[in-house]
């Protein structure tokens, strides 16, 4: 039996990826105009969206024709050198006999310039990028594509650095009257914030910046009927059988709120369960324990970085008067007037800044990953953690005895 679901791998295929397909083409879009930033929560799919939407701009199943390099950037990256040694290392390889660097990459770009090698030698390398895409032969060689991108993702590991080498390159390009350069930057929000901290200036340049949501129900329920058909099919292959309870697809459906990363990783956990203990049939006893592993492992590390923050910035009150009004339901739908009543409008504002809460329309709001709210109320539960996941997993809904409502406006909600 092979498990379909890659809560481990970035979706960036056309097969794996699901839905998006209109922000694929606002990006595509956007980036004709000017930069483009894409910000969400963790695992909200911004790598798989920003690798796929890449796809897409190099004419994979599409008649775009740009080309693209792709770096992740990580917390050692502290200065614009270091973020211009981040691309100069995909973009070029050293001869040091010769003294000079090689710039290659696709199948249309090969030079040589031993200017941007005695920058790239004194550890100027913002000033040897600048050298190479300025250049006549970089310029001339990439005339015949549309655009050329640099694509940083985790951006929120170094956005400074990111900011300045951005606003700079921009800069010093367009004073040279070459036109076809944009990057396209991914990180969990707020990063576009942070690169605007650092420097006003350069929020001029990125013309989007688009806020990745949960997925729809439809693409959801898509996703999920997909896997388990792949699943079913690959053990007919092999002379067995195997049912799906309806019932499965929408819990899992409903409890990972549309999140991908939630809807790939609960996914595998059932399928995971039946694996180790076969009975032919995928039902909720398959999904029992799915949670906790979740809520705690899996997902658990980023789960105390946002409590952390919450608690630190003192908005953790706040979130879980929103939790308690979300009542036991999933996925959480909340009035936004009732929120408004009963939670100040910067705390809700900073919530949704910080993508943990979204608007869902106009008069309602939902949090973004369904989990980070079913860890703030396992946490409340202590001894009772096996029985409410039960009760999720059955009902589709939890119930809190009344005191726990009231931990959650009081208690657990009193910020450090
Ligand atoms: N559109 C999609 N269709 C199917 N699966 C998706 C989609 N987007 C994301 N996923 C899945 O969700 C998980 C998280 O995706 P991804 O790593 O792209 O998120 P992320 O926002 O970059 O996460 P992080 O914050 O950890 O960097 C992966 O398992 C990926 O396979
Ligand atoms: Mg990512």
């Known amino acids: 039996m092979i498990n ?37 929560s963790f695992g909200i799919g911004k790598s798989s969206f920003m690798s796929r939407t890449l796809l897409h701009m190099d004419g994979f199943a599409s008649d775009e ?20 040694l981040l691309v100069l290392d ?7 006999a ?37 250049d006549k032969a970089f310029t001339a060689q990439i005339s015949g594509v549309n655009k050329f991108i640099i694509a940083i993702d985790e951006c929120e590991k170094c956005a400074p650095a990111i ?28 990063f576009y914030q942070t690169m605007a901290n650092t420097d006003r200036g350069v929020t001029r340049f990125i013309y989007k910046c688009l806020h990745l ?13 997909e896997k388990f058909s792949q699943l079913t099919s690959s053990i007919y292959d092999g002379g067995g059988a195997l049912n799906i309870h309806p019932d499965v697809i929408d819990r899992i459906a409903a409890m990972s709120g549309g999140h991908p990363h939630l809807l790939q990783l609960l996914g595998s956990h059932v399928v995971e369960h039946e694996y180790e203990d076969p009975d032919g049939c995928i039902d909720l ?49 909340i009035d936004r007037e009732q929120a408004l009543e009963n939670i100040d409008g910067g705390s809700l504002d900073w919530l949704m800044s910080r993508n943990i809460i979204s608007l869902q329309d106009d008069k309602t709001y939902s949090v973004v990953d369904e ?42 909600g009193r910020d450090e």
């Open 371 to 412: 989990f980070l709210r079913i860890r703030v109320v396992l946490d409340l539960q202590d001894s009772k953690v096996d029985e409410m996941e039960v009760e999720i997993i059955e009902n589709g809904e939890y119930s809190l005895p009344g005191d726990s409502y009231e931990m959650l406006y009081e208690n657990t």
């Open 65 to 84: 024709n740009n080309i693209f390099i792709m770096v992740v950037g990580h917390a050692d990256i502290k200065t614009v050198d270091d973020a211009a």
């Open 163 to 190: 900011a300045m080498l951005m606003r700079t390159l921009c800069t010093e390009i367009q004073l040279q009257g070459i036109k076809n350069l944009r990057f396209v930057l991914a990180g969990v929000s707020p």
């Open 285 to 333: 006893r398959d999904l029992v324990g799915s949670l906790r592993e979740i809520c705690y492992q899996s997902r658990g590390r980023d789960y105390d970085l946002l409590i952390h923050t919450m608690k630190n910035e003192s908005y953790f009150s706040d979130y879980c008067s929103f939790i308690a009004l979300a009542g036991g339901r999933f996925p959480s739908r």
């Open 90 to 96: 995909k973009l070029v390889s050293i001869d040091s």
């Open 213 to 225: 949501e949960p997925l729809d129900q439809d693409t959801s329920q898509a996703l999920l009927d």
């Open 98 to 134: 010769e003294k000079k660097l090689r710039i290659g990459f696709s199948t249309i770009i090969s030079y040589e310039s031993s200017e941007a090698y005695s920058y790239f030698n004194e550890g100027r390398h913002l000033s040897a990028l600048s050298k190479i895409v300025a």
């Open 4 to 40: 379909p679901f890659t809560p481990s791998e970035i979706a960036s295929l056309p097969e794996d990826f699901f839905g998006r397909d209109k922000e694929i083409q606002l990006l595509a879009r956007s980036i004709n105009q000017g930069s483009v930033c894409i910000e969400g």
